[in-house]
Nanobody, 124 residues
Framework: VQLQASGGGLVQAGGSLVLSCATPGQTFNSYTVGWFRQAPGKEREFVAASAVQNNHKYYDDSVKGRFTISRDKAKNTVNLQMNNLKPEDTAVYYC??????????????????WGQGTLVTVSS
């Protein structure tokens, strides 16, 4: 499964961006899809996931209420709507696909496929 992440850019604090994860020629129908991010000098951390097992959405507490993950079946993408962005959201964002068990959905180890990353920079 090849993943392509896009939509990053430079935005002022309080602004919005939409990240998109595509898998050309395939579908996400049988995969849990997650978004992770990695800031300079920090470990990769969980942001959000859309679970295929139960159709639930999971968020890190730091983005809950500001970010929304959604599947667009018509476009075969998984999107991350990011509102009210803060400087601490600055990072490279990665989409990932896999079949993690629910208890492991927040761990990068649960995902076997990764996109190339897209940079989000939030200025203060």
């Amino acid at each position: 499964v090849q993943l392509q992440a896009s939509g990053g850019g430079l935005v002022q604090a309080g602004g919005s961006l939409v990240l998109s994860c595509a898998t050309p020629g395939q579908t996400f129908n049988s995969y849990t899809v997650g978004w992770f991010r990695q800031a300079p000098g920090k470990e990769r951390e969980f942001v959000a996931a859309s679970a295929v097992q139960n159709n639930h959405k999971y968020y890190d507490d730091s983005v809950k209420g500001r970010f929304t993950i959604s599947r667009d079946k018509a476009k075969n993408t998984v999107n991350l709507q990011m509102n009210n962005l803060k400087p601490e959201d600055t990072a490279v964002y990665y989409c990932a696909a896999g079949r993690p068990i629910i208890s492991n959905i927040r761990s990068p180890l649960g995902y076997g496929y990764w996109g190339q990353g897209t940079l989000v920079t939030v200025s203060s």
